[in-house]
């Protein structure tokens, strides 16, 4: 059992913060997408992705049409496609900071 102690710690660490930073994920989305509004990050995400289609020489915006809780891009007059909860790469952060902490020893053999 003595052998398996740091893979059971690893484990521990990762799946505690893990779930611990989706909890407070979801208690953050929860204050936008019962009302039907996209979170902020998300809205930062369309928009950075508007401004980045315009600097290469694309007509673009977004809109956001109450009730739903995504943004649309809008490139040359047509949708181009709708960025959502998933698009803002939160959740891969949260695994990657999951990883990090149960990975962690000390902090200079972190960096």
């Known amino acids: 059992m003595r052998q398996y102690k740091p893979l ?6 990762f799946i505690g913060s893990y779930v611990l930073f989706i909890l407070i994920y979801n208690w953050y989305l929860n204050h936008f997408l019962p009302h039907g509004l996209p979170d902020p990050f998300t809205k930062f995400c369309a928009e950075l992705a508007s401004k980045g289609f315009n600097i ?3 007509e673009s915006s977004t809109i956001h049409i109450p009730g ?3 943004m649309r891009l809008i490139v040359n007059g ?3 496609s709708i960025v959502n ?3 803002n790469a939160i959740s891969i952060l949260i695994i ?3 990883f990090i902490l149960a990975f962690y020893t000390t902090f200079k053999q972190t960096l």
């Open 8 to 13: 059971i710690f690893f484990l521990l660490r």
């Open 56 to 58: 290469i020489g694309f």
């Open 68 to 70: 739903e809780n995504y």
């Open 78 to 80: 047509k949708v181009g």
């Open 85 to 87: 909860e998933g698009c």
């Open 96 to 98: 990657f900071v999951a």
